[in-house]
């Protein structure tokens, strides 16, 4: 079997295991078999980011050759994309056993069954070539996270999903409103194919109302602000795995299905001047910046300023676009993974918290640092990286993009950035001023370090920003390739 | 940062103090004693040249550069980290040698980085490490001044990796050698240069926080962040005119409000200021014999300045005082710590025979060349208040002076032993300057014990101290703390950020009240047109969210569709 | 305590060592006068006994201006900051 024949099994993977999953009973069958899934389904993907930066991959479902039939047609920006939501779901899902036990006792083959239909949503949608599949993908991974998140142990879960539901499928329908004006105008849903007969008919308005319901619909899927309301509560809400799952991965996806339309489907010399999308997306990523960092400082709940920082890291992403270069586009990229492992180590130190002491709120962490050393040291560290300290990943995506913010002569963006993560250096300082600097009140419940299960998966993602911080040819080389096969038209036949 | 030629001292310090907290008792001692001893070693080995190189980024680093102006510091830096050392062997808390130790190690770092992007981790590094020796104290005033000192410190960091990027961006290098770009890179860098060297009106982290440090991490303090902002200002802004003056300036400042201060170790900080005033004024004046003096007055300054900070430390520690005001007549009880204090004393006076005197003439000399006679004025009347203050207000007023009543033990041995070393080391300075200068980068032309250099030092200290006698009635001090710039942030800032704020919150609550009525307006005609149960309107989160959607959509299908 | 003794036995004898003292700053002054300046970089250089008597009035002036600084402008009492933080 080539790589070609084989990418599309880190789809289908999960999709049947999920199947399997669903009717297993107890609580480890089902999550060993997601295990085993999750890590064939990221091998496939380590595999397929090498082959796919040199040559377009190919697969053609069912010998139907595209246009007709679906096409997986991977380049090295899918191929970026899928590694790390394969490789997140990997890493997170060791981490799932003790917190999953914990936090959803009861039918946990549902619970890991629809985790897999999820990840192989998003797998789907990055791989696929197909916009009509894009978008099928897209609905099976949103339906089967509204599951998740009502999941979680709070009533409020449930109240947050139906939330993100109502988002979802209008970001959802608003992708399907913009693939159906295409197809009108086309007759293909082939995304190459549409590259390729769009140039003929792309003055017309309903070209441009289609780029305008797609930029929408990812938007929200994105959590760009102001589009981002669903997010804080689905995150804080939800199981702390699926936050865990969710804040690596999910609104990657959309940014990344958002960046293949904008600059591969409708070419960017296009898309950036019938829409005034640079400026758009400027003002909406610094404020994003801005608004998450902003209302993540006076959080009171260390799950919910994790997702409000999220919206803010979001923006840095969204600004990286905004400039339309292949720096800047790399920044975005670099700033998708770095953010994807340090937000993942956070949450997972936090949901470490929440296994210990039942709630994650600051007031509930005080005095922590003496008991629980470990977990919130490494949420500390992990707090370095979200900040940019050098020798940590966040150093190097805010790096890339200060430079490419200066490459245009954007100063104030400089500033900007550099204001912002002052701003992240308060709201992680909160957390750890509360663990080492309050003392614990009498009527806390005393407790000891979290078990180990827990503990090691959080450290190799601590380690792992670190590492990415200094050795930097993966990241860096990985978001290039990806950066320049959106601005060099990768998709075209 | 390991080759065959090569072993990066704060390698070994790093490495060396991650042993630290699994040994007790004898054991620890010994260790914290043999672990400077070993970065001395490693000095002794280190080649001059460029090691350590590696590539992050698309840029080379250079994590060890040797060159003399380096080694000049590095020398110094570990012997006091050695003097300190002794000086805390009683201290039975693991954290503050940790953090003291790889304080040390920072320090070194920035002085052997060979390029900026290195320079700024130890930097960033020197902050996170010692600020934990004055959080150690544990009262909430040493926690309040380690927070602003935190604060302060993170704001020079952001300014300082602006400076850099923006060096780097205009240069294509991040080499660190005489910063030599025009616009905000050079600014910037400098400001953040400045912050650490505590130029005013940035200086006053220092005077805040030091005197609220632990008694053995005031020692550290003292010798090491000033200090590698001294070493940065000579490699990167020799000859910037402008830092003749501000130099100039901040040491008058610092003597001025070393008269105002009742705490010793304020008093002690002030001097700091003023003292690195002269190496600020050297690096202006750029001159061989100015960037010499510099260079050797950051020497002796660490060890005479490490000496009087451990003195008055001792007494802090034995008496559990540090006010002018509450001290007094404790000559009977502590009188080997009076004496190497009165050491330390005449060394930072610049009395002949002592460390001070063979570099701080050198740039008063290197002033009186270059013909700048206003410059010259103004070392001169802070020589005469740096003897007023250090050498005979404060041991005046700790060992002479009325009795306080107290009546402490001598410091322990292994103070004394720290302080003998210093004083030694000093003394030793100041009879055979040829051995310090010998360390500095090109040939000193200077000779500190010729006639009229003798005559004009001792004329102005000898004068000083008649004044003092006479006018010792008028000398300020008492029960009172002075304001200084920290007043801007400690009151002034939280007041109008307090105005501020609460006039935002004010507007924000009005904004979101008129926003969410008006979406109820909303909400309710919705609800009323189409008759729903009304469960889904009233969810107003959910209406706003389709609001925000509705407007971002129309906003873009208006440019898209009335474009054509 | 053979230290604290002979500290004791000096500051008994203090208005000798005053004399001592007073007596080696007036040669210091007599031999800046009479020997020839090694520099006359500045004007001052020429006038002997300039440097005691700039130092004498340096330290006059310190004395008194902080002294005023403080009274009038800086001083405040020692519980100033606490009750705000």
Redesign the interface.
């Known amino acids: 079997m080539t790589i070609t024949e084989l990418m599309p099994f880190s789809v289908l993977v999960p999709l049947i295991a999920s199947l399997v999953c669903a009717l297993l009973p107890g609580r480890f069958w089902p999550w060993a078999v997601t295990l085993v899934a999750v890590i064939v389904s990221a091998v496939i993907a380590a595999f397929t980011l090498p082959a796919a930066a040199q040559v377009t991959l190919s697969y053609a479902f069912g010998n139907w050759p595209p246009p007709i039939g679906i096409e997986y047609r991977v380049d090295a920006a899918n191929a970026f994309v899928a590694l790390l939501v394969a490789g997140m779901a990997a890493v997170a899902l060791p981490w799932a056993k003790k917190s999953v036990d914990k936090e959803v006792p009861e039918r946990q083959g549902a619970f890991y069954a629809l985790f897999l239909l999820a990840l192989s949503g998003l797998l789907g949608i990055t791989l696929s070539g197909d916009a009509f599949n894009i978008f099928v993908f897209l609905e099976i991974s949103s339906l089967a996270t509204y599951g998740l998140i009502a999941h979680g142990s709070d009533r409020r879960a449930l109240l947050a999903s139906f939330r993100y539901l109502i988002m979802g499928t209008v970001g959802a329908t608003f992708l399907l409103i913009g693939i159906g004006f295409l197809y009108i105008m086309t007759g293909t849903l082939n995304l190459a194919d549409l590259a390729e007969r769009l140039p003929e008919v792309r003055d017309t308005s309903t070209v441009r109302a289609a780029l305008a319901f797609i930029i929408v619909g990812m938007g929200l899927k994105l959590a760009m602000l102001p589009l981002h309301l669903w997010l804080p509560n689905a995150y804080t809400y939800a199981p702390s795995f699926v936050t865990v799952f969710l804040a690596g991965t999910a609104t990657k996806v959309a940014l990344y299905v958002m960046l293949r339309f904008v600059f591969t489907v409708f070419a960017p010399d296009w898309s950036f001047v019938v829409l005034p999308l640079s400026t758009v997306l400027m003002i909406l990523g610094v404020a994003g910046m801005f608004a998450g960092s902003w209302v993540a400082m006076f959080q009171p709940n260390i799950k919910r300023m994790l997702a409000y920082s999220s919206v803010a890291q979001v923006g840095y992403m969204v600004l990286g676009v905004s400039l339309v270069s292949v720096i800047g586009l790399s920044a975005a990229f670099l700033h998708l993974f770095n953010h994807a492992l340090m937000k993942t180590a956070l949450f997972m130190a936090v949901g470490t918290v929440i296994y210990q002491v039942g709630s994650a709120r600051l007031k509930d962490v005080r005095g922590l640092g003496r008991t629980m050393p470990w977990t919130l040291t490494a949420f500390a560290l992990a707090g370095l990286s979200i900040i940019g300290v050098p020798l940590t990943a966040g150093f190097v995506s805010k790096w890339y993009l200060i430079q490419a913010a200066l490459d245009q002569g954007q100063w104030f963006l400089v500033v900007l950035i550099l204001v912002t993560s002052l701003m992240a250096v308060i709201y992680i300082w909160r957390v750890i001023e509360a663990a080492w600097f309050q003392e614990r009140s009498i009527k806390q419940p005393d407790v000891g370090e979290a078990p180990l299960a827990l503990l090691i998966p959080t450290w190799i993602l601590v380690a792992l920003n670190f590492y990415f911080g200094i050795d930097t040819r993966l990241t860096v080389g990985g978001a290039t390739a990806a950066a320049e096969a959106l601005l060099g038209g990768g998709m075209t036949p | 940062m390991i080759t065959s030629d090569w072993l990066h001292p704060s390698l070994v310090l790093i490495a060396g103090t991650l042993v630290l907290p699994l040994l007790k008792g004898r054991a620890m001692q010994a260790w914290m004693v043999l672990l400077p001893l070993a970065v001395l070693g490693t000095l002794w080995m280190a080649q001059p040249g460029e090691h350590g190189q590696m590539a992050f980024l698309g840029m080379e680093l250079v994590t060890g550069r040797v060159d003399e102006l380096a080694m000049v510091f590095g020398w110094v830096f570990g012997t006091v980290l050695l003097i300190g050392a002794i000086y805390a062997l009683h201290v039975n808390d693991r954290v503050q040698h940790v953090a003291a130790f790889l304080y040390g190690a920072s320090a070194l770092g920035v002085v052997f980085a060979g390029d900026l992007i290195t320079l700024y981790v130890f930097w960033e590094l020197m902050v996170i490490t010692s600020v934990w020796l004055i959080w150690r104290r544990k009262t909430e005033v040493s926690f309040n001044a380690g927070f602003r000192y935190l604060v302060i410190h993170a704001v020079g960091g952001v300014v300082l990796l602006a400076g850099i990027i923006l060096f780097q961006f205009e240069t294509g290098t991040t080499r660190f050698e005489q910063i030599d770009v025009d616009g905000p890179a050079f600014w910037l860098i400098l400001a953040a240069f400045m912050i650490n060297a505590a130029v005013p009106p940035l200086h006053a982290w220092l005077t805040d926080a030091y005197p609220e440090a632990t008694v053995t991490g005031a020692v550290f303090l003292s010798a090491l962040t000033t200090k590698t902002a001294v070493y940065t200002l000579i490699r990167g802004y020799p000859g910037t005119e402008m830092l003749v003056w501000m130099g100039a300036a901040m040491t008058l400042y610092g003597v001025t409000f070393a008269m105002l201060s009742n705490d010793i170790r304020r008093l002690l900080a002030y001097h700091i200021v003023s003292q690195v005033g002269y190496m600020v004024t050297g690096v202006g004046l750029g001159t061989a014999l100015a960037l010499s003096g510099s260079a050797s007055h950051a020497f002796t300054h660490i060890l005479y300045k490490a000496l009087l900070f451990m003195g008055a430390g001792a007494v802090i520690h034995m008496t559990g005082r540090s006010r002018l005001s509450e001290l007094g007549g404790l000559y009977r009880y502590m009188p080997w710590t009076f004496v190497l204090y009165l050491i330390g004393g005449v060394s930072i006076s610049a009395f002949p025979l002592f460390s001070g005197y063979v570099s701080k003439t050198m740039i008063v000399e290197a002033a009186a060349i270059d013909q700048r006679a206003v410059i010259w004025l103004m070392l001169v009347v802070a020589s005469a208040g740096t003897f007023l203050s250090t050498t005979l207000k404060l041991p005046y007023k700790t060992w002479l002076g009325g009795d306080s009543g107290l009546q402490p033990r001598e410091a322990p041995w292994n103070m004394l032993l720290a302080m003998g070393i210093a004083a030694a080391l000093c003394f030793l300075i100041g009879i055979f300057p040829g051995m310090l200068y010998a360390l500095l980068p090109g040939a000193v032309d200077f000779n500190a014990y010729t006639m009229s250099v003798f005559l004009k030092e001792m004329q102005v200290l000898l004068f000083t101290g008649l004044a003092f006698c006479l006018l010792l009635k008028y000398v300020g001090g008492g029960p009172k703390i002075s304001l200084d710039v920290d007043w801007l942030y400690r009151r002034g800032g939280p007041r109008l950020v307090g105005a501020v704020g609460s006039a935002i919150i004010t507007t924000d609550r009005a904004i979101r009240r008129t926003t969410l009525e008006h979406l109820a307006r909303l909400t309710a005609h919705v609800e009323k047109k189409h008759g729903r149960d009304g469960k889904l309107a009233k969810s107003w989160p959910i209406g706003s969210m389709a609001l925000w959607t509705a407007i971002v959509l129309a906003m873009l299908l208006t440019v898209g569709v009335y474009r054509g | 305590?053979k230290?604290?003794r002979?500290?004791?036995y000096l500051?008994s004898k203090r208005s000798v060592l005053a004399v001592l003292?007073l007596v080696?700053?007036a040669a210091?002054?007599l031999?800046?006068i009479i020997?020839p300046?090694?520099?006359t970089?500045?004007t001052w250089d020429a006038i002997g006994?300039f440097?005691?008597?700039?130092?004498?009035?340096?330290?006059?002036?310190?004395?008194?201006?902080?002294?005023f600084?403080?009274?009038k402008?800086?001083?405040?009492?020692?519980d100033?900051?606490d009750d705000?933080?």
Do not use: K, N, W
């Open positions: 305590m230290l604290a002979l500290i004791e500051i003292l080696s700053m210091l002054v031999v800046d020997l300046p090694a520099y970089r500045f006994g440097a005691a008597f700039f130092g004498f009035a340096a330290c006059a002036a310190l004395i008194f201006f902080s002294r600084l403080g009274e402008l800086l001083y405040r009492d020692e100033y900051y705000h933080e």
